[in-house]
């Protein structure tokens, strides 16, 4: 069995360049988020997709951020001329999709182990 | 909007002593709330969740909590922690389409 993976695990970048992490969910899970970790906070919703379709897009995700999921299966997020501000973790999640307003089929997102980003 | 506030950012605890981790919620709908752990350089687990039904819920490793609608509270639990418990542990809300709304987190540090 395996589960959600990232990689990297660490990027460390300059100030203005471009960075691009990539998720893998757990197979045949259609669903995909994107969250963003900073130093003492919890985990911040970004975006997330159902199968190819990004369906949400929070109002962190500035121009500088993109993210795709073009088969359906892996996903990708770029971030443009980074900034020192862009520095966290980026964590991703995955679950099947579930039955909305039928509680008992809420279906568990699993997360991987995350891509730290540090821009010097 | 949906909220998620952890009363506490750090809570040392000794071993074997019980411990509650507090968690309050804002919301003007039926919620679902959860708890994850995340311990050092990894993702988070989840630990257990409210969906509906018994407001009493027991999750992984001795944990339980208890939904209370009329507090807006949803606080984690554990009569006798250990060393292993250490780590960071989020509350959080699900919203509409399954996103996640955390807490700030709680940092448990449990000493021998």
């Known amino acids: 069995d395996t589960g959600v993976s990232q990689d990297p695990r660490h990027k460390i970048t300059k100030r203005g360049q471009n960075v691009t992490f990539r998720c893998d969910p757990i197979?045949?899970?259609?669903?995909l988020y994107w969250y963003r970790q900073t130093l003492g906070q919890g985990p911040e919703f970004l975006t997330y997709?159902?199968?190819?379709?990004?369906?949400?897009k929070s109002r962190l995700l500035s121009d500088r951020f993109s993210a795709e999921r073009p088969k359906g299966s892996f996903s990708t997020l770029e971030i443009q001329r980074t900034e020192q501000g862009d520095s966290a973790m980026y964590l991703c999640?995955?679950?099947?999709?579930?039955?909305?307003?039928?509680?008992?089929?809420?279906?568990?997102?699993?997360f991987g182990p995350g891509t730290r980003l540090t821009v010097l | 909007a949906q909220s998620v506030t952890q009363l506490d950012s750090q809570v040392p605890v000794f071993e074997e002593a019980p411990v509650e981790l507090r968690c309050n919620y804002s919301?003007?709908?039926?919620?679902?709330l959860f708890w994850y752990v995340q311990y050092p350089n990894q993702g988070l687990q989840l630990l257990l969740k409210?969906?509906?039904?018994?407001?009493l819920v027991k999750g992984i490793n001795g944990f339980e909590a208890e939904f209370n609608k009329s507090q807006t509270s949803f606080h984690l639990r554990k009569p006798s922690v250990h060393i292993s418990d250490t780590a960071e542990y989020f509350c959080?809300?699900?919203?509409?389409?399954?996103?996640?709304?955390f807490g700030q987190g709680t940092e448990l540090s449990v000493k021998p």
């Open positions: 959080a809300v699900r919203l509409q389409g399954g996103k996640l709304i």
């Open positions: 919301s003007s709908v039926s919620v679902y």
């Open positions: 409210y969906l509906s039904g018994s407001t």
């Open positions: 197979s045949e899970h259609n669903r």
């Open positions: 999640a995955s679950s099947p999709r579930d039955s909305e307003g039928l509680a008992g089929n809420y279906n568990e997102q699993f």
């Open positions: 997709f159902q199968n190819e379709a990004q369906l949400e």
